[in-house]
């Protein structure tokens, strides 16, 4: 059995535009997805993520390139002969049926014996913790309890491969944070291989082992999300993924592993990490993420420090965010955490207050400046 649940080779999808001509929604996807593994594709809307999990379920078929599932290739397979079962964002659940009716349909289809689908059905509402529920109807449970049913009704089939598309965007943010802790938790319990399509990076970062982000049907980078989050290799994934302020630049040097950068409208060199292919005098974007930042009373020597002025302050009861002006009027953005008294009046910054900002070099990311 091949260590792979999932390999997509080379894989292409065009279609058709209306005005003439092809649109390239996938573009030479290479994928491998390890059995057990819970992998996010991540992206904004026509990424080019959603085709691609309907390439690996059999919904679509690709134009060019190859689709393994454990090993085997699957070519034109349809749905319901891949080792695969998909989780939709609308459940889809037949609502004039029970919650055990609705999760015992597959197994029905496969005539599978009366005994062993009411043994399957009990096993597969236990493990979404809906035992006792068989009996209600889709409309008696809340949105969360539907998408648990949606699971269960997967589940029961025991795919190789359960795909995800979006399955959390229709509950309320609370529930959805809740779910996405539940969701992982049972994939770790079951050790099924989940790939799930979102564009919420807290989500893929919460539950995934590894991401995939995309854009505009390419690959730019597979990660786990410690990975993905500190060391992005390109501007939009730096940007895509959390927050981030950008200085724009131009290299002066590039040595060992660091990058030194003129910045535009101060007038002085930063030092980061060295985050792509840079040579010198190339346009630079740096990333400095807000909470990586640290306010000082006086400058620091050899530390990235900059002269700036309190613009604006939130607090937000975890952290305080500050808007800060550097020289020329660039923008950046200074998350803090809380630690100070609510006694002390000091803990507070005023707006128009001096102030230095260092941004530490190892946590100053130089990226090519793709924008």
């Known amino acids: 059995m091949s260590d792979l649940a ?37 992206g ?10 309907r390439m690996i379920g059999g919904f679509e078929l690709p134009t060019q390139g190859d689709i393994y599932i454990q090993g085997k290739p699957v070519g034109r397979t349809p749905p319901y002969q891949r080792p695969i079962n998909t989780v939709f964002q609308n459940y889809a659940l037949f609502q004039h049926m029970t919650i055990s009716q609705n999760v015992a349909f597959g197994l029905e289809m496969e005539h599978v014996s009366r005994s062993e689908i009411q043994r399957r059905v009990g096993e597969a509402l236990e ?26 009704r997967a589940l029961v089939k025991r795919p190789a491969v359960l795909l995800l598309d979006e399955p959390l965007g229709a509950l309320d943010l609370k529930l959805r944070k809740e779910m996405q802790l539940e969701l992982k938790d ?9 790939i799930y399509v979102t564009h919420d990076q ?23 999300p410690l990975e993905i989050y500190e060391q992005p290799n390109s ?8 927050e981030t302020n950008f200085l724009g630049g131009v290299v002066e040097e590039v040595s060992e592993g660091q990058a030194f950068v003129r910045l535009d409208e101060l007038g002085c060199t930063l030092t980061g990490r060295c985050m792509g292919p840079l040579q010198r005098g190339e346009r630079a974007a740096v990333s ?21 002025r309190v613009v604006t302050t939130a607090y937000i009861g975890s952290d305080t965010q500050i808007i800060l002006s550097l020289n020329g009027g660039t923008q950046l953005r200074v998350w ?28 100053t990311l130089v990226l090519p400046d793709d924008h």
């Open 235 to 242: 501007r939009f994934v730096a940007d895509f993924i959390g």
């Open 336 to 363: 803090e955490q809380n630690h100070f008294s609510p006694l002390d009046t000091h803990g507070v910054y005023q707006p128009g207050q001096p102030v230095w900002v260092v941004l530490f070099p190892e946590n």
């Open 6 to 42: 999932v390999e997509m080779r080379e894989v292409v999808k065009l279609f058709p535009n209306p005005g003439g001509g092809e649109v390239k929604a996938v573009d030479h996807v290479n994928l491998q997805i390890g059995n057990g593994e819970f992998f996010s594709l991540l």
């Open 288 to 308: 400095i993420r807000p909470e990586k930042m640290r306010i000082v009373e006086k400058c620091v020597a050899d530390l990235n420090c900059l002269s700036a």
């Open 127 to 152: 493990m979404v913790r809906l035992s006792g529920m068989g009996p209600r109807k889709p409309r008696q449970m809340s949105g969360g309890q539907q998408q648990r049913v949606a699971l269960a």
């Open 202 to 224: 807290e989500e893929a970062l919460t539950m995934s082992n590894r991401i995939a982000v995309m854009s505009k049907g390419k690959v730019l980078q597979i990660g786990t």
């Open 186 to 194: 049972l994939q770790q319990r079951v050790g099924i291989t989940f």
């Open 44 to 53: 904004p809307s026509g990424c080019g993520k959603t085709t691609s999990l």
